[in-house]
């Protein structure tokens, strides 16, 4: 790639990014890496929601989980491990720490990004951050306001929007007392001020921040979130209790992988109660919450917690930026308050893009992707966003992964559809690490035999899922990957014979 691109050098800034996320930051290392001059504006630290208070707190607290889980479970393997207990703020102290270690870890990376220099060898480039909230006053000028109220102003010849998103606010009478639709930064207040999570009703935040592990937790919300932190604090001790609006839990991924964590769940001693809508959350008796609810059939029941945690999406944040003064209007196919942008990240403003969960993307390393497209075509490279080959991972026990159409996708868009199936349970390895729940799926075109969804819940499923990804990336058929040679004895050995299924050739299926 070249690295000299043109720009207006009138201008204190090439680019400049809003939000340090993970979309952000590496739009704005891309975008040096390729010459141009860049600042990042964020209230909060670098790293986003995602490394905050979403991705890696969660994926650390689950870590833990899962140690305990096999301490607890070491008759399993012939080993004796006697009066296991949890350190809850030794536990979260962890959590704490790697969220730290990453956080300076960004901040360094801004400081240090290296470029080739007129002689071949690296220079140094710094991207300059400013700590505050970053308003657009029009399409070449960003005014930054920090916390204790001063003002600067800096102008760029681009912007990329990316101040991703906040828990979605319901109309749920009595849970008006959870931090949804506040900024990250004043999350990171609170914390400070130690008033988060001091309450009965959390969101995410909370969820991440807590000072003790919730006796009766009731989770409204069934989707990613909220099954991720039912699994962690049934693992903590807590009893909890699923609450979703619609027919299955993890409703966005392929419906076997829906029935086959449910089950889990549920055998594991999760209560989860679908097709239930929430209709108000109240004082119970002895200090507990009491949360109403409503079945499919208009039935009303109740369930009493120490906790109600709102687990029900995040939304666009917008709020402040500015949008409305440069012509841009909020509303896309991905949300009604979400940016939109056409296939290199750009909205109806040429020279201001927008990426990530403020555009209704959703997953970090999507917003990764799409703040490197956005990089590189200010700079002048031809770039385009992808949305074909992009995992969804969810870090449960058993871990749960897809990429590509679901079986109901790709018949909707008309398929000729042929699955294969393998469960993990056959698998040698499986049975050595005694993780023998799930199974993998593929969903394949019948004429041509192209590998259209991979759908895996099992052991080490979110790792797994890559040869999957590579495999729809290149438009693999799945004579190709059945061809493939899987290492023995290894869990990836499923995918292969998965995909010999869908021709009726699994060799270690019955």
């Not at 403003?349 to 590189?376: C, F, Q």
């Not at 290894?490 to 869908?502: H, P, Q």
Request: aromatic content about 4%; overall charge negative; charged content about 20%.
């Amino acid at each position: 790639m070249s690295t000299a691109p043109s720009f207006d050098a009138s201008k204190d800034f090439d680019v400049v990014v809003i939000g340090g996320g993970p979309g952000g930051y590496p739009a704005a290392k891309r975008a040096a890496q390729l010459g141009a001059r860049v600042a990042i504006v964020e209230a909060d630290n670098l790293g986003g929601t995602c490394l905050n208070w979403g991705c890696i707190p969660t994926k650390t607290m689950i870590a833990s989980v899962s140690a305990l889980h096999t301490m607890k479970t070491a008759k399993d393997f012939g080993l004796s491990c006697d009066n296991v207990s949890v350190d809850f703020p030794a536990l979260m102290d962890r959590k704490d720490k790697i969220v730290g270690q990453l956080v300076s870890g960004i901040g360094f990376l801004m400081g240090n990004v290296k470029v080739p220099g007129p002689d071949g060898k690296p220079v140094k480039k710094v991207v300059k951050v400013f700590n505050g909230y970053g308003s657009i006053k029009d399409k070449n000028t960003v005014e930054i306001k920090n916390a204790e109220g001063a003002v600067e102003t800096i102008t760029t010849a681009n912007i990329i929007v990316a101040t991703g998103s906040v828990p979605t606010k319901l109309p749920i009478p009595g849970i008006d007392s959870a931090d949804v639709w506040i900024p990250n930064s004043e999350v990171k207040a609170r914390k400070a001020a130690g008033t988060l999570a001091a309450g009965p009703v959390w969101t995410s935040n909370e969820a991440v921040s807590a000072k003790q592990i919730p006796g009766d937790l009731v989770i409204i919300g069934g989707g990613v979130i909220g099954v991720e932190f039912a699994y962690t604090y049934h693992g903590l001790g807590s009893k909890v209790t699923v609450l979703e609006f619609l027919p299955r839990i993890i409703a966005t991924m392929d419906e076997d992988l829906s029935k086959e964590l449910a089950r889990t769940m549920g055998k594991a001693g999760i209560t989860i109660k679908t097709g239930t809508g929430v209709t108000k959350v109240e004082d119970g008796a002895n200090g507990k919450k009491l949360v109403t609810f409503k079945d499919g059939d208009g039935k009303e029941g109740s369930v009493e917690a120490d906790v109600v945690l709102v687990a029900t999406g995040r939304t666009p944040y917008t709020e402040g930026l500015g949008l409305e003064g440069v012509g841009i209007e909020l509303g896309s196919p991905k949300g009604r308050r979400a940016i939109p942008v056409n296939d290199i990240m750009q909205t109806s403003v040429p020279n201001i893009y927008a990426i990530g969960d403020v555009v209704g993307s959703g997953l970090a390393h999507t917003a990764k992707a799409e703040g490197e497209v956005a990089a590189e075509v200010i700079c002048g490279h031809k770039a385009t966003m992808s949305y074909k080959a992009i995992p969804s991972c969810i870090y449960t026990e058993p871990e749960v992964a897809g990429v590509g159409l679901t079986e109901a996708q790709a018949k909707e868009k008309g398929y000729e559809v042929k699955t294969g199936r393998f469960d993990f349970r056959t698998l040698a390895k499986a049975m050595a690490i005694n993780s023998k729940d799930g199974f993998v799926k593929v969903v394949a075109d019948a004429k041509y035999g192209e590998i259209l969804g991979v759908h895996i819940i099992g052991p080490h499923a979110t790792d797994l899922i890559m040869e999957a990804v590579v495999s729809i990336q290149l438009e693999n058929t799945v004579e190709e990957l059945m061809k493939t040679i899987h290492a023995h004895p290894s869990l990836a050995e499923a995918l292969g014979e998965a995909n010999a299924d869908v021709l009726g050739l699994a060799i270690d299926k019955g």
